[in-house]
């Protein structure tokens, strides 16, 4: 009699949860496990991409970056230039509106503006053209440019980090090296910060005031139409078995960074899509010291470019043939400046001549340390396809096991390899961070004045580079993109080893999926 | 008693503070540069230096304990770098996860490894305790995330009828936080189980060959009273100090299963704070773990009254 209570009692509470009010709503919240942990909410701060995606759902941009790499109005009405192209007229859209109600205003551009220029490559590069900028009506701002400068709607609209979010004056007042504490937006969606719980997740809820432009959704522009109540970040589901058995199972939806082990078996599984959200993809690249023997020598370099073919590294870190491409291309394949230009030392070398150029660089002996993260899934094996072909090609090779971590802050450190230094690392680049040459931060060849880890220099480059950040006629633009790609390949800056596409898995009632990075969530449905 | 108690609260001051002393250098000459990992990828190595000195790395190392022991004194573990939280806010949000886990799988090990252990250590040598010594063998062998991954394709895709991951809270129903819990508390359970089923049945079996258990019997005492009143109960010091053992390593953190069913608990954070070299974290949750780890072996202690009035403090 007791058991049949029991039985009874469990059955009642299991048939209430069924009828919960959440339970009920479940089919309005789109539930995402992205590719990483998010702690750090403020994307000027930091170039981290979580944070990055973080800021694409809270904050809107002036501009955005279309599918095609085209730059394209988003807060933005209407904008004119003077016919030297030194004054810059903006107006905003009608309606915009920040979180707490407060309409967006020429001020809080400007302010945005200001502080993302002390942070962002390129809009610190942006910010040595600009005089000055000011708001001669509330939705209206100006810039006002010392010279004619190529690129200001690219950085205006650059889709990736730091991306020039827009947030109230107060926020952006903050010094740029200090985090900001408030967290709203005039974006697509509203951050519960009371619900956020770093390691386990992070809510926004649809923002109801939002006016979408009226073009379809394509890269970080067009309309950012919300069609779900509220999104939620699986931040705690970080394994990728986990994650697979949790989007069979309809416990989430749309699953970031499916990984590739996983990617055939979840292909066949008939409740799951893989959308092509973002096939512009990401690049491997293999970057030198340039301060410390051999690699202050450019000879050496060519020589590890010749040995580096790119199709063992696909093959050894990605493997599924369909989701990688060879790409003799400093920019990446497939936008506008993407092309093999001046490759030839690596799309048409073999080991035969890595072993020669070896020879007759005047290399020592000096074992070459490789940092290998033992801990990123996403690049781990890469360090030890670098070692093989290095010592086929006839370096000695010192391959260090580390944590990507104690990797990041490695690589910081300028010292010599033997004392607590490096020689080389290899990451991966989103396509949006490196497709033009003042984006590309391997492309910076100011020496330790450029700042990125590798501290390259060469002043052919750097002039090349300049001409570049002036020109303003997109003909002359290529012609110096291929040229500075050229001279890259000739100094040896670093090495591409290739591209792939980090497929995204849904469950099959997720509609809308729209081309861009892969990691923005308007326009989505879910049946 | 109260003078014990005094003395071992007293003799935690000096263990939490040796505790703090090397975690903070451990730390320190570990390889890692938070600021690094904090500015992202992009960052250029002036930024870096930038981040570096607005969280006051650049600071001498005496002068960074100096701080951070001050704000301990006060109660305070700080501010995390990572999270841009208050580590003890940090802590309170995993807290839960962790301690509903950990209850949830030492009752489902002690509720099956004592009655477990005792039937094999009465029936010593037969069928069944030679199938607990060899459940016993497979349960330490079986690696947990293995055992999650079997359990969580039977269980929850198979017959559909448990989660595959995540947690509720007990604020957001008793049947959600509950069926969250079961699968990872089994996973975790099946090695606590055969630890303390072990011990158990060795404790007992050398009890049951005592005196008083013949005397027990020669008085005609039924078999059950004579296997948990005497036998049982003179044997529980060991099993007490085992279930005290598995208690605290639980709290520690339970990395894997957190993991593999996505529970959001202080491993998970540990591991997080640990991978981003988030060092008032760190150093927070250690300081915390530690503190744990005193108390509970304390209690374990104490209990030892109760099961055995010969012991005495």
């Not at chain 2, 030679?130 to 999650?148: N, Q, T």
Request: aromatic share 10%.
């Amino acid at each position: 009699m007791k058991l049949h209570r029991i039985a009874a009692a469990f059955s009642l509470v299991a048939l209430a949860t069924l009828f919960t009010p959440a339970a009920l709503a479940q089919d309005k919240v789109l539930r995402i496990v992205p590719h990483s942990n998010l702690a750090i909410l403020d994307p000027i701060w930091t170039t981290a991409y979580m944070s990055r995606n973080h800021g694409y759902m809270i904050y809107d941009t002036l501009f955005g970056t279309d599918e095609k790499a085209q730059v394209k109005p988003q807060m933005v009405e209407e904008w004119s230039a003077s016919p030297d192209k030194r004054l810059w007229t903006f107006k905003l859209r009608p309606g915009l509106e920040f979180h707490d109600g407060k309409p967006v205003t020429g001020e809080d551009v400007i302010a945005s503006i200001s502080r993302w220029g002390k942070r962002d490559a390129m809009g610190s590069a942006l910010m040595t053209f600009v005089d000055r900028m000011d708001t001669p009506a509330p939705d209206t701002f100006r810039i006002f440019l010392r010279e004619q400068c190529g690129f200001l709607l690219e950085a205006l609209g650059k889709p990736s980090s730091n991306v020039l979010f827009i947030m109230p004056k107060r926020m952006a007042d903050v010094d740029a090296f200090k985090q900001i504490e408030e967290h709203i937006g005039s974006g697509p969606y509203i951050f519960k910060r009371d619900e956020f719980k770093p390691g386990d997740k992070a809510v926004y809820l649809r923002n109801p005031k939002y006016v979408p432009r009226k073009e379809p959704p394509s890269g970080s522009t067009g309309g950012k139409n919300v069609y779900v109540d509220r999104v939620e970040w699986n931040l705690a589901l970080r394994d990728a078995q986990a994650q697979v058995n949790a989007l069979q199972k309809g416990e989430v939806d749309i699953l970031e960074a499916l990984a590739f082990d996983h990617y055939e078996a979840t292909k066949k599984d008939s409740s799951i899509q893989i959308p092509n959200t973002a096939p512009a993809g990401l690049q491997y690249m293999a970057r030198f010291n340039h301060l410390h023997k051999p690699f202050d020598n450019p000879k050496v370099r060519q020589a590890v470019l010749a040995a580096f073919s790119q199709q063992p590294f696909l093959q050894a870190q990605v493997g599924v043939k369909e989701l990688y491409r060879s790409c003799p291309s400093m920019f990446t394949c497939g936008t506008p400046y993407g092309s093999p230009f001046g490759s030839d030392i690596q799309s048409k070398s073999n080991m035969k001549k890595a072993q020669e150029l070896v020879k007759t660089s005047g290399y020592d002996g000096t074992p070459i340390v490789i940092m290998k993260p033992t801990d990123l899934a996403s690049i781990q094996k890469l360090p030890d396809v670098a070692a093989q072909l290095l010592r086929q090609a006839g370096f000695k090779v010192d391959l260090q096991a580390m944590d990507w971590q104690t990797l990041v802050g490695r690589r910081a450190k300028k010292d010599a390899p033997d004392k607590g230094g490096w020689h080389m690392f290899l990451t991966a680049w989103q396509a949006h961070d490196i497709w033009n040459p003042i984006a590309n931060a391997a492309m910076d060849t100011r020496g330790e004045q450029s700042g990125w880890f590798g501290w390259a220099k060469d002043d052919k480059l750097v002039e090349l580079r300049n001409q570049f950040m002036r020109e303003t006629d997109d003909g002359k633009k290529k012609k110096l993109a291929d040229a500075i790609q050229a001279r890259a390949f000739e100094v040896g800056t670093h090495v591409p080893l290739g591209e792939y596409v980090q497929p995204v898995a849904a469950r099959k009632n997720i509609s809308g999926f729209f081309v861009s990075n892969g990691n923005l969530y308007w326009n989505l449905k879910k049946n | 008693m109260y003078k014990f108690l005094a003395r071992r609260l007293l003799a935690t001051i000096p263990v939490l503070a040796i505790v703090a002393v090397l975690v903070f250098l451990m730390l320190r000459l570990t390889p890692g540069d938070p600021a690094a990992i904090l500015a992202g990828d992009a960052a250029n190595t002036e930024q870096i230096a930038k981040i570096r000195e607005g969280l006051g790395l650049d600071r001498p190392l005496i002068v960074q304990f100096g701080i951070w022991a001050k704000d301990i004194l006060s109660g305070d573990l700080g501010e995390s770098f990572y999270f841009k939280m208050k580590v003890t806010s940090l802590i309170g949000q995993r807290l839960e996860a962790t301690v509903s886990l950990a209850t949830l799988t030492i009752i489902f090990a002690v509720f099956t490894a004592v009655p477990l252990g005792v039937l094999a250590a009465w029936r010593f040598g037969g069928w069944f305790d030679r199938m607990l010594m060899g459940f016993s063998v497979m349960g330490f062998s079986i690696p947990v995330f293995v055992l999650a991954y079997i359990l969580i394709w039977i269980v929850s895709l198979k017959l559909g009828w448990l989660p595959v991951q995540g947690y509720k809270p007990i604020s957001e129903g008793f049947w959600p936080f509950l069926r969250h819990l079961i699968l990872p508390a089994i996973t975790l359970s099946v090695i606590y189980i055969a630890l303390i089923a072990r011990v158990t049945r060795a404790s007992v079996l050398e009890a049951l060959g005592e005196d008083y258990i013949r005397t027990a019997r020669a008085k005609g005492l039924p078999e059950s009273r004579v296997l948990i009143r005497h036998a049982l109960a003179n044997a529980a010091v060991p099993i007490v100090t085992v279930i005290g053992i598995g208690i605290a390593l639980l709290i520690g953190g339970v990395v894997v299963t957190e993991s593999v069913y996505a529970i959001p608990g202080l491993g998970r954070l540990t591991v997080d704070a640990v991978l981003a070299r988030d060092f008032p974290t760190i150093q927070g949750v250690i300081l915390f773990f530690s503190a744990v780890y005193v108390v509970v072996n304390l209690l374990v202690d104490l209990s030892y009254v109760f099961f055995d009035p010969r012991i005495r403090y």
